[in-house]
């Protein structure tokens, strides 16, 4: 099983900064990679896949990048709204695996 | 729009069975893959299981293999997870998730599944 690790747990912000959040693979899982967001008593919300393609109808201060083993999502000037968990997976091997999760608080 | 409905969650004893649904709409159903992915109180998220648009293809995560089954039904637009011999770290928030290939792109809102004595 691949097993998918994020840091930090925990990053405070302050609103209309920049955030970047990482997202390591135990091994390659080339660019198959996406990031979901989760708030509090919601379903996850599907970001990023291909490691860098913006779902539909997602902003555009969301970017991904990475490939291998090594990945970000930045959140170029964070918005109120943006304050979330945010997860990160892969489906290059089943299981698909998710990392554990990267808080985004207000600093 | 994409609308996921999950149902039949509930409180069931340790060694017990329950059978999750999911009741799809606003999009043709048949046409994609499907997963079950789970979330215990305060945890991480985990695919449990996936199934292909005509049920060819199924997979499962080592912990679920032997007790769950899932299945679909296309005419009725339906996703179904059959759970026996559940046990206390079975206990999660369900969510049904539409697979945008292999990614999930629509989730539902989840049931709560709690397995206590």
């Known amino acids: 099983e691949i097993v998918m690790t994020q840091s930090p747990a925990t990053l405070s912000v302050s609103p209309g900064e920049r955030a970047t959040l990482s997202c390591r693979a135990s091994q390659s899982v080339s660019s198959n990679l996406a990031w979901y967001q989760q708030k509090p008593g919601q379903a996850p919300r599907f970001l990023i896949y291909?490691?860098?393609t913006r779902a539909t109808g997602i902003p555009a201060r969301f970017s991904g990048s990475g490939s291998g083993t090594e990945f970000t999502l930045t959140i170029s000037s964070l918005q109120s709204e943006d304050f979330a968990d945010y997860y990160c997976?892969?489906?290059?091997?089943?299981?698909?695996?998710f990392g554990q999760g990267t808080k985004v608080e207000i600093k | 729009q994409v609308h996921l409905v999950e149902s039949g969650g509930g409180l069931v004893k340790p060694g017990g069975s329950l059978r999750l649904s999911c009741a799809a709409s606003?999009?043709?159903?048949?046409?994609?893959?499907m997963s079950w992915i789970r979330q215990a109180p305060g945890k991480g998220l985990e695919c449990i299981s996936y199934?292909?648009?005509?049920?060819?293809?199924?997979y499962y995560t080592d912990s679920v293999k032997g007790r769950f089954t899932i299945s679909r039904d296309n005419a009725r637009n339906s996703l179904y997870l059959q759970m026996n011999s559940l046990r206390a770290e079975d206990t999660a928030v369900y969510y049904c998730?539409?697979?945008?290939?292999?990614?999930?792109?629509?989730w539902g809102q989840g049931t709560l599944v709690t397995v206590s004595s």
């Open positions: 291909g490691a860098s």
């Open positions: 998730a539409r697979n945008y290939g292999n990614p999930v792109d629509y």
């Open positions: 997976q892969q489906y290059h091997n089943w299981p698909w695996t």
């Open positions: 606003g999009f043709t159903f048949s046409d994609h893959y």
């Open positions: 199934i292909s648009s005509s049920a060819n293809t199924i």
